[in-house]
């Protein structure tokens, strides 16, 4: 058994243990970062990124059907072998090389092997080989973990080797069927990309799809992809699943559902079962519960980042989080200021109320701050702005049949945006406007000076202010 000795010891090197320790460094601090299995994290190797590139060509080769001209000069279909390529090639084939070299250049030391808290800031790192490392931070440990899969208890899934995001997004084949559980964002992305590589999807939900967000977005999404192929059934729950060379799925309306494969995405668990949280009197297998600058409540020296703290599951909210984890970790070993007042550059405000998040389903869904529901559910006095994406010249010259919508809630005391959703081709990248306008708190007034370009989709802007009103 070895024993070492660092400023901060983060457990976890996906996206936001990587930055929380870059942070740390760049405050002057000693850090080491412990890793189980690839340095990236689920973020590159099984989710944002293999996710999306499957994804992405079908969505190309959509965009180039919808304008003549182009739609002439597409004559063949979507190349299953050359997007798997694509896919492995955004993987690093799994091989996480390129991301070592990164920490080395950050002046991150890297142990691998399963981290355990065993005491007052003390981490044992078990190796594949057995070998046992004691390491010691002298300020604090941060818990980056993330999240996996979450299997239901339904009878027969767990013996039926069912997939899950890690499966679905790294698999070297097509299957000629895959079942789907789960209407979330993982389910209907994976549906939008399995139908267009050739599998005969059902996807199958509990209630509508994309539940959280406004309910147009999950209808939008649902009429695609039925147009897709996509068998969607949703109100119905499964109730057994059995393996007979192919699954079959036995439903609550009393269907059944017969696929090469079943893809399990209903949600996620923490992966803080195996951490030694009880060595410092937390629950194995919870969420970790944070403040604002991440510090896990009631353990002084424990920080918690990322997907593991259960405020907002997404690569880049994480990344936010670990930023300011990271700073603030640097500050109090410093005795330097603390600057954790709302919105300060110690906490993480926007996990509250501005949380931007793509869908990259057919057609995309990108969403900021409140829904309707949302809104309306905590008592804010709003008003809701409608308006079809189809209307505004710059979807006219983008496609030949362009689809889309967008819905502004605005907070009618203080007259400012606090929720925006947009569901349409390529909508991800007008998502940060309405990010900023959320975030920022610009008046209404101040709005009408941000005069979108034209002829382009952001033209909505201009719509909702004309149907808000000076
Ligand atoms: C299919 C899919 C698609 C997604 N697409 C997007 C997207 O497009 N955009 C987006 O923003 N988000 C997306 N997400 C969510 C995103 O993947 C997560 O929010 C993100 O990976 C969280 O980062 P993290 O660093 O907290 O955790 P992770 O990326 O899960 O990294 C945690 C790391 O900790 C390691 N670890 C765990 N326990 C230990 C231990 N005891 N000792 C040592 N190491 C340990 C793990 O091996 C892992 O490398 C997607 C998720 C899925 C499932």
Known sequence: MSAQEYDVIVIGAGPVGENLADRAVRGGLSVVIVESELVGGECSYWACMPSKALLRGAAALRAARDVAGA?????????????????DDMTHEWNDSSQVEWLQNADIALVRGHGRITGQREVTVRGADES???????????VCTGSAALLPDIPGL????????????????????LAILGGGVVGSEMATAYAALGSTVTLIARSGLLGSMEPFAGEAVAKALAEAGVDVRTGVDVERVTREGEVVLTLSDGGEVRAAEVLVAIGRTP?????GLDAVGLEPGAWLDVDDTMRVR????????????HRALLTH?????????GDVIAARANGADVDDAPWGRHVATADHSAVPQVTFTDPEVASVGHTEASARAAGIDIRVLDYDLSWV??????ADHYAGQARAIVDEQRRVLIGATFVGPEVAELLHSATIAVVGEVPIERLWHAVPSYPTVSEVWLRWLEAYGR
């Open 298 to 309: 009631g353990v002084d020296w424990l920080y918690a980042a990322g997907d593991v703290n």
């Open 158 to 177: 767990a013996d039926a080797a069912p997939w899950t995001s890690r499966e679905a997004t790294s698999a070297q084949e097509v299957p000629s069927s």
């Open 317 to 325: 909210q994480g990344k936010y989080q670990a930023r300011a984890a």
């Open 132 to 142: 046992s490392t004691v390491i010691r931070a002298r300020h604090a440990v941060a």
């Open 271 to 275: 992966r803080t079962h195996d951490l």
């Open 71 to 87: 739609r002439e000069a597409v004559t063949g279909s979507l190349d299953v072998a050359a997007t798997l390529k694509r896919r």
């Open 393 to 398: 010249a710059g979807a006219s010259t983008y």
